[in-house]
């Protein structure tokens, strides 16, 4: 208990109020979630639990995002993107705000006691409207965040996502969001050949309704200078974060086949989860 305060106090200058709000969600979670069998990467998941803590890693533009929200919208726990919490900052055009637009404008991390300090608000928003378990994206995303976190509650099972660098360059590029509905497209069209015996990989975009045509908007760190420089933080900072939950047994890697429709329910099943009855009749 004292490393757990004590990790949280160095971390951030936030109160233990924050460290409880991570521990009543996690107890929460963890009372009802599902065993993961790490060692053999294939989760049960019980259509009644599903009260899961799992995080998300990969690369810039890998699409932790769109898996990570799709997920938490089957398994009804919140899709909490600390990238999301950091553009809320910018645009609420606080105190913090000038000081976050040039950090992620050159592709830098955020300090830890930032991002925790976010982290923490969202959870307790969050906790007062009955939430609990939750799909992490965009945190940990050095070894030091994970220590923390690792400190403060039980992950379950952490998915690393993987694309070739060429594929996510492109992706991107062609990242586009509708400034009024706050839904991701991407007009990029990508066809890139597999290398070291690996498959090639094609990408149908994901176009906009016509509604939002007009309304899309770029990420202003999706430049291409820009998102070298976030790959490049990526592969300094955040790999060893991959190794951090390896040594675990709690890491899952998953690379992805293809886009959205063809890895969606390759994913599920790696993740022994059926597709939601909503989507098979969406997709119908
Ligand atoms: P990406 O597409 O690169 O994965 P995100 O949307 O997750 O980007 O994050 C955007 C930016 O927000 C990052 O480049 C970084 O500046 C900041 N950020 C997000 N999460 C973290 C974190 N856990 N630690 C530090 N900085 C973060």
Redesign the pocket.
């Known amino acids: 208990m004292a490393a757990m305060i004590r990790a949280f106090r160095s971390s951030s200058s936030s109160t233990l109020t924050n460290y409880f709000i991570w521990r009543s969600l996690s107890t929460a979670a963890s009372s009802s979630a599902a065993p993961l069998k790490s060692e053999s990467f294939s989760p049960f998941i019980d259509t009644k639990d599903k009260n899961v803590q799992w995080v998300f890693l990969?690369?810039?533009?890998?699409g932790?995002?769109t898996f990570a929200s799709r997920l938490s919208a089957q398994l009804g726990v919140p899709h909490i993107?600390?990238?999301?919490?950091?553009?809320e900052e910018l645009s609420a055009s606080g105190p913090l705000s000038k000081q976050?637009t040039e950090?992620?404008n050159q592709?830098?991390?955020?300090?830890?006691e930032i991002?925790i300090s976010l982290l923490s608000k969202r959870l307790e928003t969050g906790e007062a409207k009955g939430e609990s378990g939750f799909i992490l994206?965009?945190?940990?995303?050095?070894v030091r965040?994970a220590e923390i976190l690792d400190d403060v509650t039980d992950i379950d099972l952490v998915v690393n996502l993987k694309l070739p660098e060429k594929v996510l360059v492109e992706k991107?590029l062609g990242r586009r969001i509708c400034s009024q509905c706050g839904k991701n497209f991407n007009v990029a069209y990508i066809n890139v050949k597999g290398e070291n015996g690996n498959p090639d990989i094609s990408m149908d975009p994901l176009l906009p309704p016509p509604q939002c045509v007009s309304k899309l908007i770029t990420?202003s760190?999706d430049t291409e200078a820009i998102v070298s420089e976030?790959l490049r933080?990526?592969y300094e900072k955040s790999q060893p974060v991959e190794d951090f939950y390896r040594s675990q047994g709690k890491l899952m890697e998953f690379n992805l086949p293809g886009g959205l429709q063809e890895s969606w329910p390759k994913l599920l099943e790696a993740l022994n989860l059926d597709e939601n009855e909503d989507e098979q009749s969406a997709a119908v």
């Open positions: 990969g690369c810039p533009g890998v932790k995002g993107a600390t990238g999301d919490l950091v553009r976050l950090i992620v592709g830098k991390l955020v300090s830890d991002i994206d965009g945190f940990p995303r050095t965040q991107c990420r760190d976030r933080v990526y």
